[in-house]
C-alpha cells in the first residue's frame, strides 16, 4: 500500500499533539555489546530526554531501569521510550522534514538470543529498527537472528555500524557483512571521516557534505559542516554513484531520472531512499560512535528520513471474533474502532501494573472501560502514561499509532487484543517459541512459599516464554524458559522484586516434544532428559497461568467464543 493512499484515510484527529505523519516508532535492536544502550541513551540525550550521559548505565533510570541489567549489561526490558526531535536545518544540508518536531517512540529491544521472544513481541509493534553493529565484530550470528525476525514483520531498517573509533573498526567490511551476510541490498548513506582514534566525523553522502563532530565538546553536541575535498571528495562522489544505482534500482522513479542522466537533486534521493527502505527493498548504512558521540545527531536524521511513520506501512490485520477465519484489515485511522495490542507488561514499584500498548486504530481517553476478547472482561483504565526518560507523563488519550502504558487493567496479558464496547477484532497473534531449558524451584524458607508462588505467577504474566508448572506426583514446582540466563534472570527478579530466596534443582534441557506436550494440557510435566530425580523436593503449588490450551483458567475465561486452536498460537 503506497504512503499516500494509506495517508487519505487517516483521518487525524485535530486533537492530537503530533499528526501521524510526524511519528516513528523504533526499535534499536542489536546484537548483545555492540552499543545499543550506549546509542539509546545518547539520542535521549541529544532529544533532550536526559540531562546527563551516563545515567543508562548509573542504572538510574531509562531504558535499564533493573539494577541487574547494569550488573549484567544486557537490556532485558522492552520500554518504551518518547522523544522528540527536530531534523538539523544546516545551510547546504537538505532533510525531508527540516525544523518540524517529530515524535520518536523507542521500544527497547532485547540483545540477548534467550530474550527471543521479547524482541519478537517488540518488533510487532514497531515501524522500524536501527539494527546496531559493532564496527569490529560486524555480523554476527546472533546478530542474523535478530535480523530474520526483523525481516519476518517485514520491519524498514537502518544499519547503524557502531564503535567506528575501535581499534580493528572497518566500515567497509561490515557492509559488506551486510550484503553478504545478512543478503540485504544495503549502501552507505553515512561513511565514517577517519577511523579508530582518528574519527572525527561523517561524510553525508546524499548532501556530498562533511560533518565534523567536535573534539574538545565531550558531548560531541557541536559539530560543523564543510565542504569536501582531496580523497573525502572522491570517495563521496563513489559512494553517492553507488548509493543512487542501488536505490534506482527498487524505485522506478528514480530509476526514470536516472536511465535519462537528469539532475537528481538530494531531497529527490533521500525521498527514493525513503520509498524503497519503506518497501524493505533498501538498507541505508550510517557509521560513527555512540561512546565518542560521533555521528548520532545525523542518525537520528536519517530515522526521521528514511524510517516509516504508523501511516506508512499496511494495516495491521485482524481476525473477526465471530469468525476467526476472516480476516479483517486494521486501517490506522483516529476515527475508527479503538484496536489496541497489549505488547508489553511492567510492574512499577510506584504506579503498579503498566500495560505497554500500541494503538492500531481509533482513541482510548483516561476513565475509558477497556474490553479484553480473550478474557471477556472490562476494566477501567485509571491513568495513561508515557515514559519520557525518567519521568512519567500523564496524557488524556491516544491515539491510533501510539505507543503509552496503561494503569488499572489487571487482566491484560500479552499479546491480548484491547477494544472498547464489545469488541470485533483480534490482532493477529504474535508467535513465541516454546521454552527449551527447565528446573525446578523451592523457597529456601518454607514461610517464604506464598511469596515465591506469587512472585513466579506475576513473572510469567509478563514474559510469554516463562512457564510455572506444578508436577502432579512430586508436587514440585517446575519453571521453564529460553536458556540458563533467563532462570538465573528469574531467580534474580525473585530476589530483588519480591525478595524471595529460592533455590533450584540444575536445569535440564527439555526434550521438545515433552514441553508440547505438557503445553497441550495432557497433565504431565515437561519430561526432562536427566529424570526428574536431580530436582530435590518441594511441596508448593503455583496457580495455573491464563495462557495456552494447557491452562484451565484460560480455557474457562475464554468460554466458547473463541476456539482452542487459535489461543494455542497466541501464547
Ligand atoms: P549493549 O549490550 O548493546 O546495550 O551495549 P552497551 O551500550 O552496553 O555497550 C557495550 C560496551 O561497549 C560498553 O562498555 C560501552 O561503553 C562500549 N561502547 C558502546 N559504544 C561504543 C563506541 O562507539 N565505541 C567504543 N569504543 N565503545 C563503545
Not at 560533518?211 to 582531496?230: A, C, M, P, Q
Amino acid at each position: 500500500m503506497s504512503a499516500t493512499a494509506t495517508a487519505s484515510k487517516a483521518l487525524s484527529s485535530p486533537k492530537r499533539a503530533f499528526p501521524l505523519e510526524r511519528t516513528r516508532n523504533i526499535g534499536i535492536a542489536a546484537h548483545i555489546d555492540a552499543g545499543k544502550t550506549t546509542l539509546t541513551e545518547r539520542i535521549l540525550f541529544y532529544t533532550g530526554m536526559i540531562h546527563r550521559l551516563g545515567e543508562v548505565h548509573d542504572g538510574a533510570a531509562t531504558t535499564d531501569h533493573m539494577e541487574q541489567e547494569r550488573e549484567r549489561g544486557i537490556t532485558i526490558t522492552s520500554a518504551a521510550v518518547t522523544c522528540s526531535w527536530k531534523q538539523l536545518a544546516n545551510e547546504g544540508v537538505d532533510t525531508l522534514f527540516t525544523g518540524v518536531d517529530q515524535r520518536i517512540n523507542i521500544i527497547d529491544t532485547p540483545g540477548h538470543v534467550d530474550f527471543t521472544a521479547e524482541v519478537e513481541r517488540s518488533l510487532r509493534v514497531l515501524d522500524g529498527a536501527v539494527v546496531v553493529f559493532c564496527g569490529v565484530a560486524g555480523v554476527q550470528p546472533q546478530s542474523e537472528t535478530v535480523w530474520r525476525q526483523a525481516s519476518k514483520y517485514n520491519v524498514p531498517r537502518i544499519v547503524f555500524v557502531n564503535k567506528m573509533d575501535r581499534v580493528g573498526a572497518d566500515f567497509a567490511r561490515v557492509v559488506e557483512d551486510v550484503r553478504t551476510k545478512l543478503n540485504a541490498p544495503a549502501a552507505p548513506v553515512l561513511i565514517p571521516i577517519g577511523a579508530e582514534d582518528d574519527l572525527k566525523g561523517q561524510i553525508d553522502v546524499v548532501n556530498q557534505k562533511a560533518i565534523f563532530y567536535s573534539d574538545s565538546d565531550v558531548l560531541g553536541s557541536t559539530y560543523e559542516i564543510r565542504e569536501l575535498d582531496g580523497e573525502l571528495k572522491d570517495q563521496a562522489e563513489l559512494a553517492l554513484a553507488e548509493l543512487t544505482e542501488k536505490v534506482a534500482d527498487v524505485d522506478e522513479q528514480l530509476a526514470e531520472k536516472f536511465l535519462m542522466e537528469e539532475v537528481i537533486s538530494a531531497n529527490e534521493l533521500k525521498a527514493a531512499i525513503r520509498r524503497a527502505t519503506i518497501a524493505n527493498q533498501f538498507i541505508p548504512v550510517a557509521g560513527g560512535s555512540a561512546f565518542k558521540n560521533k555521528g548520532v545527531q545525523a542518525l537520528l536524521d536519517a530515522v526521521v528520513d528514511y524510517l516509516p511513520s504508523p501511516i506508512d506501512i499496511p494495516a495491521a490485520t485482524g481476525h473477526d471474533v465471530d469468525d476467526l477465519d476472516k480476516i479483517v484489515p486494521v486501517e490506522t485511522d483516529d476515527n475508527g474502532e479503538f484496536v489496541a495490542l497489549a505488547f508489553k507488561l511492567w510492574s512499577d514499584k510506584f504506579v503498579g501494573k503498566l500495560v505497554f500498548f500500541r494503538v492500531y486504530s481509533g482513541s482510548i481517553s483516561k476513565g475509558d472501560v477497556v474490553f479484553n476478547p480473550r478474557t471477556r472482561k472490562r476494566e477501567r483504565v485509571g491513568r495513561l502514561i508515557q515514559i519520557q526518560a525518567n519521568e512519567h507523563k500523564d496524557v488524556e488519550t491516544c491515539y491510533s499509532g501510539d505507543i503509552a502504558a496503561m494503569v488499572g487493567v489487571k487482566n491484560a496479558v500479552t499479546g491480548d487484543t484491547l477494544t472498547l464496547d464489545k469488541g470485533n477484532v483480534l490482532l493477529e497473534p504474535p508467535t513465541f517459541p516454546e521454552p527449551v531449558i527447565s528446573m525446578a524451584i523451592e523457597p529456601n524458607t518454607q514461610a517464604d512459599q506464598e511469596k515465591l508462588a506469587k512472585g513466579l505467577q506475576r513473572l510469567s504474566e509478563e514474559d510469554p516464554t516463562f512457564l510455572v508448572k506444578t508436577d502432579e506426583e512430586t508436587g514440585q514446582t517446575i519453571i521453564s524458559g529460553m536458556g540458563e540466563l533467563h532462570l538465573e534472570i528469574i531467580s534474580d527478579r525473585l530476589k530483588r522484586e519480591y525478595k524471595v530466596d529460592a533455590r533450584s534443582g540444575k536445569p535440564q534441557i527439555a526434550y521438545r516434544e515433552s514441553i508440547g506436550a505438557a503445553a497441550n494440557g495432557e497433565g504431565k510435566l515437561v519430561k526432562q532428559s536427566g529424570g526428574r530425580g536431580q530436582y530435590g523436593h518441594v511441596i508448593l503449588n503455583v496457580a495455573p497461568r491464563e495462557r495456552g490450551a494447557g491452562s484451565t483458567t484460560a480455557d474457562k475465561t475464554v468460554g466458547g467464543s473463541i476456539p482452542k486452536e487459535f489461543m494455542n498460537a497466541v501464547f
